[in-house]
Structure formats: structure tokens, C-alpha cells
């Protein structure tokens, strides 16, 4: 067969060479970009030495051209064509599909002067559109749940579950694991220090307000926006890019009432329970280490805590994980539908929702203490 | 006909599954150096798994791949990865880098095969864009804004940015207009005739098939049914090829108006 023995005779070309006779450029061997790869430098200075001003080139002894061959020896002439030129026809055609985009220039973007400016402009104009995404979504979500009181049947039960499950079963190991530890280390400092005053008994305040009033919702939030929050980010995300969310659409089937609201209603009932779960975890934590520092009994820390502390106080971390949970859960679903059809972007959204989360969580979170001052706070 | 000893791809006793399901079974497939391999077979028959495992995208349950004449995973990594960029890949989706614009993504492989200059790199990349009727406007775009057959047209630009010895593509003229896969052909016989390219395509457009391939495989039944030249794989009695190529006949042939 013709083509297989082209091929073969293709396979055993001698490297590409240049020789200059006279006035004569004569080239051999393969003039293939993967031939001339290991010696491209070589090659460049030949022909820029051996090529300049012949008048003639000989390619007859070329058994491979491709368009980077003929690229090179194009540049060499430097868009003056040699008098004569002694070529077959695959070699034309090879430098017939280069010769036009070697000269060719790509549409250069111009220089804009404007662009600070732009730039002020477009940072508002985004930060706008987020805010009206978020209204928009959130409107749409309350919108949703009217419909389902309406018509019960399109409340999406499976994905509430599946969501309920991941957000809120998965975490439980890991969150019990921080917050034992985090018990640990704030009873141990504080330890430390109440033994100087000799008020040791003090612990069971400090860690009691402290842990079920505020650090717990809080850590937990921090886990929940790491873990549930950047998955379900990603994978809104990931939907967008595969255009699952457009075939939702087309489908007829709300992406608010499929995607976002088990999302929010799963995180909005799985925080509160979690932020229990969590500040009892910090709490037994706390218990072993006074137990073991300051000779304080666990079945003492137990029974002296619902003495101390306020009931208010767990009401109140209580309401905040649930509030939390809500934020985190939109956050999420907000930078997560705003994910354009690319990696660059999801990767970058992933990355503002979980900061933007944890963000507005403490900020959320101070509001509540101003909120609540009067509340569950002994004062004597 | 006697053919050259060595092959450029070599699949022996290739057997695959997922799970309980088989997808090859014992197949048996040698490429030619200077083929234009055209691989048919009905949908889901294995041919998008057979391309990947040629290129070591994926490792068969059993059977040995050869590319070049050298077991897939032989030498160093350099060697292996060398090997690779012998080989341009068209995938069936594209697979283009979603996060590069259309310029960028043809000017990887360039640009990763390192000693080009960056001058020669946009010739080059337009030369390619060029070759798939891209326009210069189009480099500067990024994947989304590709429409499906651009998106092609694009990978198939990138498969051909090194103007690589052995070119796998994987349903190429999918997505393009008639007139366009017409010159796609033209494209590929003129690469194929100037730089002695080796192309496995799959395809499941006769026109294609018949304008392109100088041989067939036919994968069904978990193997390769038949192998040869169209008229040979025509001449076969199977019911599958039956169907597979009387089909566009008979379809002809009661295609008069009023259908
Ligand atoms: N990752 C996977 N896991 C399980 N099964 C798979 C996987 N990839 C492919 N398959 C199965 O293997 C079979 C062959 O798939 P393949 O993609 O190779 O088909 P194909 O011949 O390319 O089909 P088409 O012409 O539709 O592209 C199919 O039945 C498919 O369901
Ligand atoms: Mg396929």
C-alpha cells in the first residue's frame, strides 16, 4: 500500500539539516516539530547565519515539513520570498496553511486609560448585583414555602433528608471531636488562673455561659460553613457548569424549591441540634479537665450547672445556631448559583462563601449579643 | 496484502468490564502505522473506552497496549510522557481547559513542548485555528462562549497543535455542519498525506466514514468484528453490519418525496 510504505519511509528521515552553497540554501532530512524539538537552537542559529540573503532554496531533500518547519523558514525569509524556490506540492501546501497566520495578528485589547475608573465601577455594580441576588433568592424562598403550604405535595422531602443527613449526621464525630478538645483547653487556662484567686469553683460559670452561650454556636458555625457550606456551594457550582441547573429549568422545576430550600431548611434544623450536640461535647470536656486540675467532681460540675447558668443562656445558643445555620445555608446557595460555566469561577465562589459565611456569622453574631445583653446574664 | 511489522497501536486480548457488565472481551486490534482507522460501532459498544485505553486513560482488566511499539507503562516517566504527546487526543466532549480562553487552550501543548518562541506559538495557534475556520476574533473567547460545534472545532484544534504522528479522535465531525465535516475530511487527508499522520477515528457518519477511512473496525458483540477496508467490512455477513451500513441504502432507496 502507498500510504503504509510513505509512512514507513516517513519513520526512518534522517534529522533535519541546512546547508548553504553559494548563493543556495539546501534543507534535508525531517523539518517536523518533534524532529527539530532537540535541536531547535541549533536549527534557529543555521538558519539565521547560513539563510540570510540566498536567493535560493532548495527543499527536494525534505522528507517531513509541518507547519512549524515551514513557520521557521518563513521567519527566516522574513516576508521577502526567495527568487527561486524548489519545493513539491505537500511542502506548498504546508507553508500555504502557516503563510497567512504568521503575519496575522491577534485582536489586541487597547490600552484604557479608564480603567480604574471601570474598575470602581464594576466592584459597585457587582457588589450590587449580589445584594440583589440575595434579595432575590431570598424572596423566592419565601415565595416557596407559601407554596408548599398551599400545595404540600412539591415539598421536596428526599433532598431534605439527603441534605439533613450530610449536614447534620456526617458532622456529628467531628464536631464532638473539637469541642471536647476546645473544653479541654479553656478549662485547663482558666484553671490556671482561677487557682491564683482561689475561685475555683468559678470554672463551672465561666465555662457554662461561655460554651453553651456563645462558643458553641459559633464553633459549630465555623465547622458547618467549612464543611456544608463549601460542599454545597460546589455543588451548585458543579451543576452550573454542566448545565444541570438550565435542564432543572427546562424541566419546568424550580431551582429554589429543589435545591435551595432543603438546603436551608436542612441546615436551619440540623445547626441547633448540632450546636447542642457540640457545647455538651465542650462541656464534658471541660468536666474531665477540672475534674483532674481542680479536684472539681464531674457529678458536682453537672448538678451546679443548671444552678449557675441561666436556662435563657441555652435558649439563646439555641436560636443563634438555627439563625446561623439559615445564613450559612443561603450564602452557600447564593455564591453557589452565581458560579459561571467555568473552574476558575467555582473555585472562586467556593472560596467566597465559606469566608463570607464565617463572616457573617460573627458579624450576626455580635449583633445578637447587643440583642440579648439583658438576658440569662446573672448579675450580682 | 502484506503489512508492516510493527504497529503503531497494539491491543491484545483486551478484556474489560464494569461491574457484572462486559464491554470487551478478548479484542484483538493492530493500528498501522499510515492507517485512517475508522472504529463503528452502535452506541455504547466500548469505542470511547477502547480510544481512552490506547492512550493508558484507562488500564484494561486484562491484555496488553502497546503504543509505538513499547508497553504503555515502559521507561521513566519522561519516556512515558513522552510517549503521550506522540498521540492528539480529540475527546468526545471537547474536554477544553473551561477556565483558558480558546488561544490558550491550543497554545498548551505548545507551549508546554517548551523552545518556541511565544511569536511562533500565535503563528502556529492561528495556523490551527485557521485549519478548523476559526476566526482570530474567536482566540480571544472562553469555552461557554463556544457553541457546540465550536467547541469541537477547537478541541480538534488542540488535538492537532503539535501536528502529532498518531491523532485519536473521538466522534469529530459530531456537531458540524455537513459542509463543514466535508472540509474536515479534506482537512485530515491533506495532514495525513503531507506528514504521514496516523489518525483512529470513531464515527458514526457514513459520509465520513467513507470519505475518510482507508480502513474499518467494527466493534460489537464485546470484539472486533471486522477488519479491512470499507468494501471488505461491507462484504462481511453479520447482522449488526448489515444493519449498520445497509441501513443509509435502504433509507435511500425509500427516501423519495413525501418522507
Ligand atoms: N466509568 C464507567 N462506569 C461504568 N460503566 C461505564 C463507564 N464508562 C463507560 N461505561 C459503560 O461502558 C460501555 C461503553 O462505553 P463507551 O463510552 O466506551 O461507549 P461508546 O462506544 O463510546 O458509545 P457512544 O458511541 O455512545 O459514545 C457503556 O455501556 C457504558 O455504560
Ligand atoms: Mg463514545
Known amino acids: ?34 524532529a527539530l524539538r532537540p535541536r531547535l537552537l541549533w536549527t534557529r542559529a543555521q538558519l539565521r547565519l547560513q539563510g540570510r540573503g540566498a536567493e535560493e532554496w532548495d527543499l527536494t531533500g525534505v522528507s517531513r515539513l509541518d507547519a512549524f518547519g515551514a513557520l521557521l523558514v518563513l521567519r527566516c525569509w522574513a516576508g521577502r520570498e526567495p527568487a527561486t524556490l524548489v519545493i513539491d506540492e505537500r511542502q506548498r501546501a504546508a507553508f500555504e496553511r502557516i503563510r497567512a497566520s504568521a503575519a496575522a495578528v491577534l485582536p489586541t485589547v487597547r490600552r484604557d486609560w479608564l480603567l ?34 398551599i400545595e404540600p405535595r412539591s415539598i421536596p422531602f428526599k433532598e431534605f433528608s439527603a441534605a439533613l443527613y450530610k449536614a447534620g449526621m456526617q458532622a456529628l464525630p467531628i464536631s464532638a471531636l473539637v469541642g471536647f478538645l476546645i ?41 458547618v460553613a467549612g464543611r456544608s457550606g463549601s460542599a454545597i456551594t460546589a455543588q451548585l457550582g458543579v451543576m452550573r457548569v454542566t448545565e444541570e ?30 450546636v447542642a450536640w457540640t457545647s455538651a461535647a465542650a462541656l464534658a470536656g471541660g468536666m474531665v479537665c477540672a475534674d483532674v486540675l481542680l479536684d472539681i467532681e464531674w457529678a458536682y460540675f453537672a448538678s451546679a450547672l443548671p444552678n449557675v447558668v441561666p436556662i435563657q443562656n441555652l435558649y439563646i445558643g439555641l436560636a443563634k445556631g438555627g439563625a446561623f445555620g439559615v445564613t450559612i445555608a443561603l450564602i452557600a446557595c447564593h455564591f453557589g448559583l452565581r458560579v459561571k460555566p467555568n473552574t476558575e469561577s467555582l473555585s472562586a465562589n467556593t472560596t467566597a462563601s465559606v ?12 449583633i445578637f449579643a447587643m440583642l440579648t445583653r439583658g438576658i440569662g446574664v446573672p448579675l450580682r | 496484502m502484506s503489512l508492516p ?31 485512517l482507522l475508522a472504529l463503528v460501532g452502535g452506541s455504547g459498544a466500548g469505542k470511547t473506552t477502547l480510544l481512552r485505553q490506547m492512550i493508558g486513560l484507562q488500564k484494561p482488566d486484562s491484555g496488553i497496549v502497546e503504543l509505538f511499539g513499547e508497553a504503555l507503562m515502559a521507561g521513566s516517566r519522561a519516556e512515558r510522557f513522552a510517549r503521550r504527546r506522540r498521540a492528539g487526543v480529540l475527546f468526545q466532549q471537547g474536554a477544553l481547559f473551561s477556565a483558558l480562553s480558546v488561544f490558550d487552550n491550543i497554545a498548551f501543548p505548545l507551549r508546554e513542548f517548551g523552545g518556541l518562541l511565544e511569536d511562533e506559538i500565535r503563528a502556529l495557534v492561528l495556523s490551527r485555528l485557521d485549519m478548523v475556520e476559526l476566526k482570530p476574533q474567536h482566540a480571544v473567547l472562553m469555552p461557554a462562549q463556544l457553541s457546540g460545534g465550536m467547541v469541537k472545532r477547537v478541541a480538534l484544534a488542540r488535538a492537532l497543535a503539535l501536528e ?51 480502513r474499518v473496525a467494527v466493534l460489537a458483540e464485546h470484539r472486533i468484528l471486522a477488519l479491512g477496508s470499507l468494501d471488505e467490512v461491507h462484504a462481511v455477513d453479520h447482522p449488526f453490519i448489515n444493519k449498520f451500513f445497509r441501513y443509509r441504502q435502504t433509507v435511500d432507496e425509500a427516501g423519495e418525496p413525501g418522507l
Open chain 1, 245 to 274: 441547573i438550565d435542564a432543572l429549568s427546562a424541566m419546568g422545576v424550580s431551582r429554589y424549591q429543589r435545591l435551595v430550600w432543603p438546603k436551608v431548611l436542612a441546615l436551619a434544623i440540623a445547626m441547633p441540634l448540632l
Open chain 2, 5 to 35: 511489522a510493527n504497529p503503531v497501536i497494539r491491543l491484545q486480548g483486551i478484556h474489560t468490564r464494569y461491574g457484572q457488565h462486559w464491554v470487551h472481551q478478548d479484542l484483538q486490534l493492530d493500528v498501522q502505522r499510515g492507517d
Open chain 1, 355 to 366: 469566608v463570607t459565611a464565617i463572616t457573617a456569622v460573627i458579624l450576626l453574631d455580635a
Open chain 2, 164 to 214: 502529532p504522528e498518531l491523532l485519536l479522535l473521538d466522534e469529530p465531525t459530531a456537531g458540524l455542519d455537513p459542509e463543514r465535516s466535508g472540509r474536515f475530511v479534506d482537512l485530515i487527508r491533506s495532514l495525513h498525506d503531507g506528514l504521514g499522520l496516523t489518525v483512529v477515528f470513531v464515527t458514526h457518519d457514513l459520509d465520513t466514514l467513507s470519505a475518510l477511512a482507508n
Open chain 1, 116 to 149: 480604574p475608573v471601570r474598575w470602581l465601577g464594576q466592584t459597585l455594580c457587582s457588589a450590587g448585583s449580589h445584594v440583589r441576588d440575595f434579595a432575590d433568592m431570598l424572596g423566592m424562598v419565601v415565595l416557596e414555602a407559601m407554596r408548599f403550604a
Open chain 1, 183 to 223: 473544653g479541654v483547653v479553656l478549662s485547663y487556662l482558666s484553671a490556671l488562673q482561677l487557682r491564683n484567686f482561689g475561685a475555683e469553683a468559678l470554672i463551672i460559670n465561666i465555662l457554662g455561659i461561655g460554651i453553651i452561650r456563645e462558643l458553641g454556636p459559633v464553633l459549630v458555625s465555623i465547622l
Open chain 1, 1 to 34: 500500500m502507498k500510504r503504509h510504505a510513505r509512512a514507513q519511509a516517513l519513520l526512518k528521515a534522517p534529522p533535519p539539516s541546512l546547508q548553504r552553497q553559494g548563493q543556495r540554501v539546501v534543507l534535508a532530512g525531517d523539518w517536523s516539530l518533534f
